[in-house]
């Protein structure tokens, strides 16, 4: 089983990696637990959106990032709900 890895976490969401890159998960906390799960060609996009954002605000913190890939990027339209 890919090992999962926890590379951001903040009040609303935390995202987690899986198998060095291969996966990604990424989870919204608030109002309602929602996530995103991202594999393969989508997992690659994602990180080029990730470090995209990352590039744009450097400054910012992971709750800042991670919203703006949510909303931004249009992650959360991809979402389902979260039972974990």
Excluded at 5 to 18: E, G, N, P, T
Excluded at 22 to 34: G, N, Q, S, V
Excluded at 52 to 74: G, M, N, T
């Amino acid at each position: 089983m890919p090992k999962t890895v926890r590379i951001m976490q903040s009040l609303y969401f935390a995202l987690d990696s899986i198998g060095n890159g291969w996966a990604y998960a990424l989870h919204k906390f608030k109002p309602e637990r929602r996530y995103v799960w991202l594999q393969d060609d989508d997992a690659t996009q994602f990180r080029k959106d990730l470090d995209s954002v990352e590039k744009k605000w450097p400054h910012e913190a992971s709750d800042f990032i991670l919203s703006r890939l949510w909303v931004d990027f249009e992650y959360g339209q991809i979402s389902r709900p979260d039972a974990d």
